[in-house]
């Protein structure tokens, strides 16, 4: 039904296969990472980064329990979340340290500047042909200013409310068929094409993805780069240089564009965070621990189908070249 990855030591990349929903609450429970009224005791948060949903959840959800729905949503997008900001952290570390460099009046190395460029690139900051004329120190510092401006935590929250309302909660078509969990729309004629299209937005389409985590990069950036988000990051830095905590519900504000329903869609997102307790999740962090996999599947034969064929992609070296196309680095 779905796949999650979860600690284990590094030397014994061992798999395992959960063959149902009592079995991954049991296993979710062991680990500490179950129960709605333990969140708030649970800022801490597992590894477990889910790596495919399959058609089965789509079925089976609306069968469930609110409550146990709403729950296997929260635990299984929660850590993409996390794992996000903890890559974002990890860019605003690095382009901090450059701009030391530069401020020393050293040049960093080349392929550090190529990096640079690149985000740059990426965050709609410069064009290509634009970085690619860029030499003096000055020029580096500015551009890294405005990277770190625009590349900045986003409390998880409001993600976690903006996917429950995009995806109706994991058990969309969008999700089923393409991974899309925010419901972003491309206009290159790939993608997922609705069931009623508007003839006055051209060939518009969700954007699929190969993996759910590709989904969530993919909003970080939208949200960190697209114009029609520049009051998101405006007031992201606002309470950031008044010293104030950035919440959820205050960037809900910032995202009147994201949705032509407006302050409709807003007032919905609030809601959503408010009744659901998504704003406990904003100070979430990653847990010290390495990665491994588990896979949740529909039943003792869907599980050892499952097994052998890990242990077949294990041996062909395929499953290696799967992690690495999910980029978690």
């Known amino acids: 039904f779905l796949i999650f990855i979860f600690p284990l030591p590094?030397?014994?990349?061992?798999?395992?296969?959960?063959?149902?929903?009592?079995?991954?609450?049991?296993?979710?429970?062991?680990?500490?990472?179950?129960?709605?009224?333990?969140?708030?005791?649970?800022?801490?948060?597992?590894?477990?980064?889910?790596?495919?949903?399959?058609?089965?959840?789509?079925?089976?959800?609306?069968?469930?329990?609110?409550?146990?729905?709403?729950?296997?949503?929260?635990?299984?997008?929660?850590?993409l979340v996390v794992h996000a900001n903890a890559m974002v952290m990890d860019r605003r570390e690095r382009l901090a340290k450059l701009d030391d460099l530069l401020s020393r009046g050293k040049m960093p190395k080349a392929e550090d500047l190529e990096w640079l460029g690149g985000l740059a690139v990426v965050l709609r900051i410069q064009p290509k042909e634009k970085m690619d004329g860029i030499s003096t120190a000055q020029e580096w510092r500015q551009v890294i200013a405005e990277a770190l401006y625009r590349l900045d935590i986003i409390p998880a929250g409001l993600v976690l409310a903006q996917g429950a309302s995009e995806s109706g909660w994991g058990a969309s078509r969008f999700v089923e068929e393409g991974n899309a969990l925010f419901g972003q729309w491309s206009f290159d004629g790939k993608g997922l094409a609705p069931k009623k299209q508007r003839k006055e937005l051209g060939d518009h389409r969700i954007a699929a993805f190969e993996f759910p985590f590709d989904s969530v990069r993919s909003y970080f950036l939208n949200l960190s780069s697209h114009p029609a988000y520049e009051d998101l990051r405006r007031i992201r830095a606002d309470l950031k240089a008044a010293g104030k905590p950035v919440t959820s519900m205050a960037l809900a504000d910032g995202l009147m564009r994201y949705s032509e329903r407006g302050q409709e869609y807003i007032d919905e997102l609030k809601t959503l965070i408010r009744v659901n307790r998504f704003d406990i999740a904003d100070t979430a962090t990653p847990r010290d621990e390495p990665l491994g996999y588990v896979f949740l599947v529909a039943g003792e034969e869907a599980a050892i189908e499952a097994r052998e064929k890990i242990k077949q992609q294990r041996k062909s070296g395929e499953l290696k070249e799967t992690l690495a196309r999910m980029r978690l680095e």
Not at 48 to 62: D, F, M, Q, Y
């Open 10 to 79: 590094s030397e014994a990349q061992e798999m395992t296969v959960l063959p149902g929903y009592d079995e991954a609450i049991e296993w979710l429970e062991s680990i500490d990472w179950w129960g709605e009224d333990l969140r708030g005791e649970q800022l801490k948060v597992p590894r477990t980064l889910l790596i495919a949903v399959s058609s089965k959840w789509r079925e089976a959800s609306p069968d469930m329990q609110v409550a146990v729905k709403k729950e296997f949503f929260y635990r299984s997008l929660l850590p």
